[in-house]
């Protein structure tokens, strides 16, 4: 596969004013890359985790007013959907790209996966390198980077998950705009790579 990367046009898609005209520079713009990624990484994550993942691009099919603010390719083990369970995301924001395990607000079993982090939080905090970032909301592209929260402050975030109902835990990378449209293809591809392979335990302790 020719993967070719992200341009500035992609990004821009994002400024587009009005539902309409914003869905359609997606669908033609950055849904086929999208697609091309959902292609490309399922295999790879499937025999990563050791199960069957299907990949699902986002179609924002539900929007009847605001014109979306990112969009994403998600990978889960269920060919019908991904959101109730953890899964993996690439997608894009107007200001970066994201590479996200994601466990978000309609999974059922985030109670027990957030005791299990907390339970395993000494690894965790020692592992997850030091320029990933972490999440407690995927509607919003504000992340906090590992090397600066505590442990206490990421323990936190772990009690979160168990205890608010809408309380979500995303572990990723965020490759800013301007150094996204510097790499090739073939260069975005085994970052992403290597962001999955460092976020995988997250998803197997899920």
């Known amino acids: 596969m020719s993967f070719s990367g992200f341009t500035d046009t992609d990004f821009d898609v994002f400024a587009i004013d009005g539902l309409d005209e914003r869905m359609e520079a997606l669908k033609l713009q950055v849904r086929p890359k999208l697609e091309e990624l959902g292609k490309h990484f399922a295999p790879t994550l499937s025999s990563l985790a050791g199960e069957e993942m299907h990949y699902h691009v986002a179609k924002h099919a539900r929007r009847t007013i605001n014109p979306p603010k990112d969009t994403w390719v998600a990978f889960a083990p269920n060919p019908r959907g ?57 509607m919003k592209p504000e992340a906090v980077q590992h090397g600066e929260l505590s442990k206490e402050e990421l323990l936190k ?45 997250l998803y197997k302790m899920a």
């Open 157 to 201: 975030m772990f009690t979160r998950l168990q205890t608010v109902k809408k309380a979500e835990i995303l572990c990723g990378m965020n490759i800013s705009r301007e150094d996204a449209v510097k790499l090739s293809g073939d260069q975005m591809l085994s970052k992403i790579d290597a962001v999955f392979k460092e976020i995988l335990p």
């Open 82 to 138: 991904y959101k109730m369970l953890p899964h993996f995301q690439i997608g894009l924001w107007e200001t970066h790209v994201f590479i996200w395990f994601a466990v978000i607000y309609e999974a059922p079993g985030k109670t027990e996966f957030g005791k299990k982090l907390a339970a395993d939080i000494q690894t965790i905090y020692s592992q997850i390198p030091e320029d990933f970032y972490w999440s407690g909301d995927h």
